[in-house]
């Protein structure tokens, strides 16, 4: 993992756990900025072969990205996103899940 | 090379120093840039091509061709199946993966015959091809008439395989650029991870073709007996750059490596650049679908140098003759797209620098890599005496065009759906 996307993660975490809310959609947008972007977009909407986010709720993210983590392959380009997952935590799942359905276009 | 004498962050920070005013220690004169959006919004822009007067045609992956006038305004001239708002829609324009539109180009004569050329993925063959097209524009750019396929037979991926980025329309090529040298139109195309094309010489893919403007074998292709005599180089595996050197003419071609060693070639002609990705050969055994590409390991992260040495881009063991990289990215691969040179005194001592985009992968442990590199190469192009990273204003994105305007600025087309134009202060 990257150091940047490392300290993302702990703010994060740190964010995350310190307020035992629902999701915190500024630690999701910062992560997905960070780690998500230079793929799928700087608003998600999917560019080259890395597929759109856009119109897809936080549930429907949030099992494709526990299912990455677990390593499962889903399409035929899985090998490329599941080492982005494997180190996020379920509070980092749940921060991108609520940024990604709000804002992705 | 090593990536240590390669970059020159040392001079970069003198290059600060002297523009904020400390005393000068050097003469390194390299620009500040600036940077305009020039459009944003657009559907994976691929490429550009401009007339003198700042007139702008541009492409878009699963869109088609528009033009962008010197006052702003954009006429959209000619859709792809399935496309609105546009004065033409050509139903068997298609795109899937990386395939589509491409390229575009403007006929070196075009103030007499008004024509323009765009390289796109079409269904009116069985099974797909890619095809060159020629069209005329009217007077005031708001059509395209008269299309003629110039060619009609370069090789699509019509089916999804086993293999990295495996959709159909993969490895599809797509650049199309007239050389001020010889006047002829340089087609680049790619393997479509098929493992008979790159050295087979009658198919089209994984070549550059150097045609006329209509579409017939430029004079003097020197490929071996027995090729389609339009081809110029073969042996290649995905050709997404091409351009000139300003004084020499010499064309420099980009080429995607295979999780490793994306490569920066000076053309030969009639030269085979080495790629040959056939199982049962060269030390390999069989490999998914008949192409060993990626092998020995397509989805793990291994050391570039390992996958080097089993599936090297330049096989110059089974071909001693084969065209030599001037550049291995550092034995990398990250996405190396588009090439162009930067010409004009408004560059300081960039000034004849190529300039060459990478999108970026992030694959396996390698960095992402997503920049722009200002890459000092041999006139005659078979080396390079030093590499750097032009600190571009938008920072890191997937550059996948990259065109030198008609006032000298460079224009860039990003995945992220905008196009600038960067300006050497």
């Not at chain 2, 401009?50 to 702008?56: K, W």
């Not at chain 2, 060159?132 to 089916?159: C, G, H, W």
């Not at chain 2, 990626?294 to 090297?312: F, H, I, L, S, V």
Request: hydrophobic fraction near 35%.
């Amino acid at each position: 993992m990257n150091t940047s996307l490392f300290i993302v993660i702990a703010a994060a975490l740190a964010m995350g756990s310190a307020t035992g809310q629902a999701a915190d959609k500024s630690a999701g947008e910062a992560l997905f900025a960070d780690a998500c972007a230079q793929c799928h977009g700087p608003n998600g909407k999917g560019m080259a072969s890395f597929p759109s986010l856009s119109g897809r709720d936080a549930e429907y993210i949030t099992s494709r990205l526990e299912t990455y983590r677990a390593g499962e392959k889903v399409g035929s380009n899985s090998f490329l996103m599941i080492p982005n997952a494997t180190d996020l935590s379920d509070d980092d799942i749940a921060n991108l899940a609520a940024f990604i359905a709000e804002s992705a276009e | 090379m090593s990536p240590k004498t390669t970059l020159r962050p040392l001079c970069a920070a003198i290059a600060s120093a002297v523009i904020v005013g400390f005393p000068a220690v050097t003469t390194a004169n390299e620009p500040e840039l600036s940077q305009t959006e020039v459009l944003t919004g657009l559907e994976n822009p691929w490429d550009m091509a401009f007339l003198p007067d700042g007139t702008m045609f541009y492409t878009e992956r699963c869109l088609g061709l528009s033009v962008r006038l010197p006052d702003g305004e954009v006429e959209h001239l000619l859709g792809m199946e399935g496309t609105e708002e546009y004065a033409t829609t050509a139903d068997d324009l298609v795109c899937e993966g990386q395939a589509g539109m491409n390229g575009v180009a403007i006929d070196p004569d075009f103030d007499e015959n008004r024509t323009v050329y765009v390289y796109s993925a079409s269904n009116m063959s069985e099974p797909r091809t890619n095809r060159v097209l020629r069209m005329t524009v009217n007077s005031d750019f708001t059509q395209v008439s008269d299309r003629t396929d110039i060619v009609e037979d370069i090789p699509y991926k019509p089916a999804a395989t086993d293999h990295p980025f495996g959709d159909a329309g993969a490895h599809n090529g797509g650049r199309i650029r007239f050389s001020p040298e010889d006047g002829y139109l340089y087609v680049t195309t790619g393997d479509n991870h098929n493992s008979e094309i790159p050295q087979s010489p009658k198919l089209l893919g994984g070549k550059v073709l150097r045609i006329d403007q209509d579409g017939k074998a430029a004079e003097g292709n020197e490929s071996p007996e027995g090729f389609d005599p339009r081809i110029y180089t073969y042996g290649h595996r995905n050709v997404q750059g091409i351009t000139f050197h300003p004084t020499t003419g010499q064309p420099i071609v980009t080429e995607h490596g295979p999780w490793h060693s994306d490569e920066i070639n000076a053309l030969v002609n009639g030269g085979n650049s080495g790629w040959d990705p056939k199982p049962n050969m060269a030390g390999r055994g069989d490999c998914p679908d008949d192409y060993c590409g990626y092998e020995p390991n397509q989805t793990e992260g291994m050391d570039p140098k390992e996958r080097a040495a089993y599936m090297p881009v330049t096989d110059t063991e089974t071909y001693p003759d084969a065209m030599q990289p001037a550049w291995q990215n550092d034995g990398l691969s990250q996405g190396i797209s588009s090439a162009e040179f930067l010409v004009g005194e408004q560059w300081g001592d960039w000034d004849g620098r190529l300039v060459v985009g990478f999108m970026g992968i992030g694959f396996g442990g390698t960095p992402v890599g997503q920049r722009i590199n200002l890459i000092d190469i041999a006139e005659d192009g078979l080396s390079v005496n030093d590499v750097a990273k032009m600190p571009v204003p938008m920072g890191a994105a997937r550059f996948r065009s990259l065109v030198l305007g008609p006032e000298g600025d460079l224009y860039t087309a990003v995945d992220e759906g905008s196009i600038y134009r960067i300006t050497p202060e």
